[in-house]
């Protein structure tokens, strides 16, 4: 176990993993005690001095060098493959510190933790020196029905504004496309989506856009990587993002949530 530190938040990560994350060597694996959630960060700071971030939950590492639209602790070096990591239920802070210079603390976002439910923090701002805050979602993880997937759309871009969301076979005429979410305003989560397996194409216009306009407004046209392939039982929550720093296009990521 850390000597010293609190077992508030201990993620449940094998020693050489927690190593190699900047933590000290521990005999055993790390895990919680008492009542646990599941959390999981996206670093979506758009300043480019302040963007690239170490992270701590509770003094222990929650991810090294994190750069713009990473998750944690998928970001997190190979073997490893959790989605969340457990985290004991109350109060918790997240802890964000300059990797070219830890003496810089860009930011400490405080979040609670509930009992058996999942939470994404997201990291947001920054731009033009501007306080970096906290956006926190609850996550529902439940299976999907059999042969069915999970989707939803989180809009964390000011720039692009309120948006309606499509999710379609790929390449289908927006005109006749009913949104999936619409006029979703900056800052919120749309509703779960039930959805059959199969691919998908995320495509986001500005709210209210006329149908036969849609085609030539699109603002996001898919996720990184291209399309959603997605076998039954899967789930993922696609979210619109800033443009990249020192680029201008709204673009959108997609996490794996099951």
């Given at each position: ?5 609190p ?8 020693a050489?993993?927690?190593a190699?994350?900047g ?21 979506l700071?758009t ?17 090294v060098?994190?750069?713009?639209a990473?998750?944690?602790?998928a ?24 990797t070219a ?7 400490t ?7 058996g ?12 020196g501007?306080a970096?805050?906290?956006v926190?979602v ?15 759309v ?6 692009a ?17 009913t ?28 709210a ?7 085609a ?16 039954a ?8 993002i800033?443009?990249?720093p ?12 099951r």
């Open positions: 176990m850390l000597p010293n530190a077992r508030l938040a201990a993620l449940a990560l094998a050489g993993l927690v190699a994350c933590t000290r060597d521990a005999a055993d694996p790390l895990a919680p005690t008492g009542p646990v959630g599941r959390v999981r960060w996206v670093n700071i300043d480019t001095t302040r963007g690239r971030v170490n992270a701590t939950l509770e003094r222990v590492s929650f991810g060098n994190v750069t713009y990473g998750s944690c602790p970001c997190l070096p190979a073997p490893a493959t959790a989605l969340y990591s457990p985290v004991l239920a109350g109060a918790r802070q997240l802890v964000l510190k300059r210079d830890t003496t810089v603390t860009v930011a976002l405080p979040f609670t933790v509930t009992d439910g999942d939470l994404t923090v997201f990291a947001t701002g920054g731009a033009g501007s970096v805050t906290a926190t609850a996550d529902v993880n439940t299976a999907p029905a059999d042969g069915q997937v999970r989707l939803r989180v809009h964390l871009s000011p720039t504004g309120a948006v309606d969301v499509f999710v379609t076979a790929p390449g289908a005429d927006l005109a006749a496309a949104p999936a979410a619409a006029n979703v305003a900056p800052g919120t989560a749309g509703a779960y989506l039930a959805l059959p397996a199969g691919t998908y194409q995320v495509r986001a216009v500005p209210g856009t006329a149908p036969a306009a849609r030539g407004a699109v603002l996001v046209s898919a996720v990184s990587g291209g399309n959603l392939v997605l076998a039982g899967a789930a993922r929550t696609v979210v619109v800033e443009p990249t020192g680029t201008t296009a709204v673009r959108a990521i997609a996490l794996v949530d």
